[in-house]
């Protein structure tokens, strides 16, 4: 069965650096999602995608965070400037239309520590 | 805005017996979709169930039924003959239909361990 897949599954990364987290959705499918999911807390959407553009975002999705897909099969999270909160776990989905009856598709995951 | 709370953060079940997982949440939506995903540990989240808003009927999957009541905001899950395998973090989620965007809202939660 198709899987969404995330890289790396772990990143370390010094405060104030730049990173970029990786995802490859299932093949077929147009819909994309980044959510977080802060240790001991709630998973919280951050951003979706469609089309080559960001649909909707929420409010922890500030000017720090970007998001692109370079090409056919990536979608990756871009953190300019990592700060020590932005520690979590952060899990892309995909989905293969725009119908509320499809599956949302989650990856595993890639565990994200900012020291 | 949707809130999702899941209530019980751990819980545990003999294998073999039947296990009930909470969850409410506040919308003041009229037609929504709610889920239940499973997070084994190291894996990625798999849907284990889901119920529309507007059918009646508690939806069920095998040995996952649950328990939907509308007016009291409630939606629990029940899992019978309950297996090793069912150990997981299982995930609560509200989302409310919107074109060209089903971002999902999700509980904290509950950790589930199956006792041989």
């Known amino acids: 069965e198709p899987e969404v897949t995330q890289t790396p599954s772990h990143q370390v990364t010094q405060m104030g650096q730049e990173v970029i987290l990786r995802c490859v959705p299932i093949s077929n499918h147009l819909y994309f999602y980044w959510y977080r999911q802060i240790l001991g807390q709630k998973v919280e959407f951050l951003v979706s995608?469609?089309?080559?553009?960001?649909?909707?975002k929420s409010e922890i999705f500030d000017d720090q965070f970007s998001v692109e897909r370079p090409d056919g099969s990536n979608f990756t999270l871009k953190i300019r400037s990592t700060k020590l909160e932005d520690s979590a776990m952060y899990f892309c989905?995909?989905?293969?239309?725009?119908?509320?009856?499809?599956?949302?598709?989650f990856g595993p995951g890639t565990r994200l520590t900012v020291l | 805005a949707q809130t999702v709370t899941q209530s019980q953060p751990e819980m545990s079940v003999q294998e073999a017996e039947t296990v009930t997982l909470s969850c409410t949440y506040d919308t003041s939506e009229n037609n929504y979709y709610l889920f239940w995903y499973k997070q084994p540990p190291s894996r990625q989240m798999i849907l284990v169930i889901r119920?529309?808003?507007?059918?009646?009927q508690n939806a069920t999957e095998n040995r996952f039924s649950v328990n939907f009541q509308k007016a009291a905001k409630s939606f629990s899950l029940k899992i019978s003959d309950s297996q090793l395998g069912d150990t997981a973090m299982y995930f609560c989620?509200?989302?409310?239909?919107?074109?060209?965007?089903?971002?999902?809202?999700f509980g904290a939660g509950t950790r589930l361990t199956v006792k041989p």
């Open positions: 989620a509200f989302m409310k239909p919107q074109y060209n965007n089903n971002d999902m809202r």
């Open positions: 989905a995909s989905k293969a239309s725009a119908a509320s009856t499809d599956t949302q598709y």
């Open positions: 995608f469609y089309n080559n553009e960001i649909s909707e």
């Open positions: 119920q529309e808003a507007y059918k009646q």
